[in-house]
């Protein structure tokens, strides 16, 4: 029976003796490199432009529509489902031919393989811009997903296309 205490002691100094020539080393360490080695890594960089114009078909009087369309920048991915979604806003001397927001949705996919573009057609030129809100889902690559939203708007009367 008293040989077990013995263990018991010669275990504890054995242990004693790691943890200080542990503490030695790690105290030989700056203190810059231990903290790098509890702080995770940093993270990737990257953003999404959302990016809209009017396109008019048939000249300035005819059928128009707001083309909105997303650039990745960086470490980005655009994320397929939930995809993307335009709303318009809605004022006078614009009549909005959608009611409902336009979105686009690859279910099953993980992320878009192109940047997606949607169109949302509309009549009317005053001048004014025409207002859309977007939202979207986007990844820092191998990091975190975010949602995005924003505006965009685009005049009516210098319209591409």
């Known amino acids: ?4 205490p013995l263990r018991a002691a010669a275990f504890s100094a054995l242990a004693g003796a790691t943890l200080l020539a542990t503490g030695a080393a790690a105290a030989a360490e700056p203190l810059a490199t231990l903290l790098g080695k509890l702080a995770p890594p940093a993270a990737p960089r990257g953003s999404v432009d959302v990016v809209g114009w009017v396109e008019r078909n048939g000249g300035g009087g005819g059928e128009a529509e707001l083309v909105v369309t997303f ?3 960086g470490a980005v991915k655009l994320v397929a489902d939930p995809g993307v979604t335009v709303t318009p806003v809605q004022r006078d001397g614009i009549a909005w ?3 409902a ?3 686009r949705i690859d279910a099953g996919e993980d992320y878009f393989g192109e940047p ?3 169109r949302v057609p509309f009549a009317g030129a005053d001048g004014k811009p025409v207002e859309a809100a977007v939202e979207y889902a986007y990844c820092l690559v191998d990091y975190q997903c975010l949602f995005g939203e924003t505006r965009v708007s685009a ?3 210098a319209p591409r296309g």
Do not use: G, H
Request: aromatic content about 0%; cysteine-free; hydrophobic content about 30%.
């Open 1 to 4: 029976m008293p040989r077990r």
């Open 71 to 73: 650039v990745p920048k």
């Open 97 to 99: 031919r959608v009611t």
């Open 101 to 103: 927001p336009v979105s």
């Open 116 to 118: 997606p573009t949607l």
């Open 155 to 157: 005049a009516t009367d």
